[in-house]
T-cell receptor, first 111, second 118 residues
Framework: NAGVTQTPKFQVLKTGQSMTLQCAQD?????MSWYRQDPGMGLRLIHY???????DQGEVPNGYNVSRSTTEDFPLRLLSAAPSQTSVYFC??????????FGPGTRLTVL | AQKVTQAQTEISVVEKEDVTLDCVYE???????LFWYKQPPSGELVFLIR??????QNEISGRYSWNFQKSTSSFNFTITASQVVDSAVYFC???????????????FGKGTKLSVKP
């Protein structure tokens, strides 16, 4: 039981490039979400999904896209990377217990 | 609006001291959940505890204890006899029980960095 996995662990992009951060969970959780962590800001919700085929925006969705074709996977796409998207990205999943379990994070730098 | 405030940005203690991390929350919901997460220097987020709004019992787990007081909208975390391994950033978070999908969304405080010196 791997829990929540994220790839890659580190990524450097140039401004304007696009990429996808991968997230997968093997706990059969319906709810999945993406957060970004910036110094002094805590974690802020980007997008979330309550089940396959259902996604919605969080607090800071601009510049990001998501889809949920399976229960297990919830990729986050950066459409055209900007330096303001330099951050640490965490994926999380939860069951009906409301407790969210987080992946190890992806540290993204946009030059 | 929902909000979580952790007024202590950084705390430094000497090993074996007791330390309390403060958390104050705001919500208009009557049903909600409160959480504490630990983020050690390695960077992962470790779940510590979940409390629902109907359960005001304090909880103790080893050296950790939590004091939930609805009257003051606080959910404070105490580490007794702190150890160097407790050095981490601790986050308090709130989730509102909005039936319809967003119930898992967490609102985080900005975190308290705890440094425990030997």
């Amino acid at each position: 039981n791997a829990g929540v996995t994220q790839t890659p662990k580190f990524q450097v992009l140039k401004t304007g490039q696009s990429m996808t951060l991968q997230c997968a969970q093997d706990m059969n959780h319906e709810y999945m979400s993406w957060y970004r962590q910036d110094p002094g800001m805590g974690l802020r919700l980007i997008h979330y999904s309550v089940g396959a085929g259902i996604t919605d925006q969080g607090e800071v969705p601009n510049g990001y896209n998501v889809s949920r074709s399976t229960t297990e996977d919830f990729p986050l796409r950066l459409l055209s990377a900007a330096p303001s998207q330099t951050s640490v990205y965490f994926c999380a999943s939860s069951s009906i217990s409301y407790t969210q379990y987080f992946g190890p994070g992806t540290r993204l730098t946009v030059l | 609006a929902q909000k979580v405030t952790q007024a202590q940005t950084e705390i430094s203690v000497v090993e074996k001291e007791d330390v309390t991390l403060d958390c104050v929350y705001e919500t208009r919901d009557t049903t909600y959940y409160l959480f504490w997460y630990k983020q050690p220097p390695s960077g992962e987020l470790v779940f510590l505890i979940r409390r629902n709004s109907f359960d005001e019992q304090n909880e103790i787990s080893g050296r950790y204890s939590w004091n939930f007081q609805k009257s003051t909208s606080s959910f404070n975390f105490t580490i007794t006899a702190s150890q160097v391994v407790d050095s981490a950033v601790y986050f308090c978070a709130l989730s509102e029980a909005n039936y319809g999908g967003s119930q898992g969304n967490l609102i985080f405080g900005k975190g308290t960095k705890l440094s425990v010196k030997p």
